[in-house]
């Protein structure tokens, strides 16, 4: 009897590791333009569906959005990758933006805007009121001003709507701020019951001064490239989230992401995507459960 026991668990076993494998590991067919692209969990199916990707634009941030053909974009990478992300766009049919974020002045998040603002119709462009003399920042203001859109200042606890999804502003910093990261538009994009929470490059200043009951998402994307100037265990512990998402480059100089972060992410067991590792990382969600597709893609100039 005991061996027939030990014989039926065994099978259990295997029969659950198998399924774990399935769902895990599911490869789907490469395309040419999607080399690589891999489904890391159980394909979403719904129509009514929020896309998030974590587009690879190296040491940068760029991050699309969007619900029934409502689009957003969080940052545009460097000067370098601001063509190379028109094309992606244009690739995939995206005219209209309805929102445009510059989550903060520096380079490596509005370097691609000017071109962003001339190759697309804007209808809402946030960045926080901080000005900055370099010429990335006038050649932003130059293309508005050219496309006739306004520079429009969010103020925290404003929400607005891309479909049926609801973006929260839960941050923004002023030209009080001595480290510019620090005035990074923070945002908490909500679906039903998955949310993501971008941070920019706020460090763990801006993170403490958060509300707490909004910090709860499925998504975080770690704050500064997964520098140690962000992302502390407890502000970890109040995000309490499934999924982390590095955007950073390989080799980078500023050896970002750092083993703090990455041992933080790791002992909360949470499961972490890196640009510089898996590519452009997308996350297509019902509101109740995450698709996961990693894939390479031509945006990091
Ligand atoms: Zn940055």
């Known amino acids: 009897m005991r061996k027939k026991k030990k014989f039926i668990t065994s099978i259990l076993i295997l029969i659950v590791i198998g399924i774990f494998y399935l769902f895990e590991n599911y490869p789907i067919e490469g395309t040419e333009e999607n080399l690589n692209k891999r489904v890391e969990s159980a394909p979403v199916t719904a129509e009514n569906r929020l896309e998030v990707t974590f587009i690879d634009v190296g040491q940068a941030d760029s991050i699309l959005l969007e619900n029934n053909g409502n689009y957003m974009l969080v940052d545009a990478g460097n000067n370098e990758d601001g063509p190379k992300l028109v094309s992606y766009f244009k690739n995939q049919g995206i005219k209209d933006f309805s929102y445009v974020v510059g989550t903060h002045p520096h380079e490596d998040h509005i370097g691609g805007l000017d071109d962003i603002i001339k190759n697309f119709n804007i209808e809402t462009f946030y960045m926080p009121d901080v000005i900055t003399t370099t010429k990335t920042f006038e050649d932003v203001l130059d293309a508005l001003e050219e496309k006739n859109i306004s520079l429009s200042i969010p103020n925290k606890n404003d929400t607005f709507s891309l479909g049926d999804a609801s973006v929260k502003v839960l941050y923004v910093g002023t030209e009080e701020e001595s480290d ?14 998955v949310s993501f929470l971008l941070t920019g490059d706020a460090s763990t200043k801006v993170e403490d001064s958060l509300d707490r009951k909004d910090l ?17 265990e407890d502000f970890l512990n109040l995000v309490n989230p499934q999924y982390a998402v590095i955007s950073v480059g390989k080799n980078n100089q500023y050896n970002h992401p750092h083993n703090e972060v990455l041992n933080t992410l790791a002992k909360n067991n949470i499961t972490t995507y890196r640009t510089d590792e898996d590519g452009t990382i997308q996350m297509i969600t019902d509101g109740v459960n995450i698709e996961i597709n990693t894939m390479t893609t031509d945006t990091n100039g």
């Open 180 to 193: 510019l990261n620090d005035t990074s538009i923070v945002l908490k994009i909500s679906f039903e019951n």
């Open 216 to 232: 709860e998402s499925t998504v975080l994307k770690v704050g500064h490239h997964g520098s140690s100037t962000a992302t502390n």
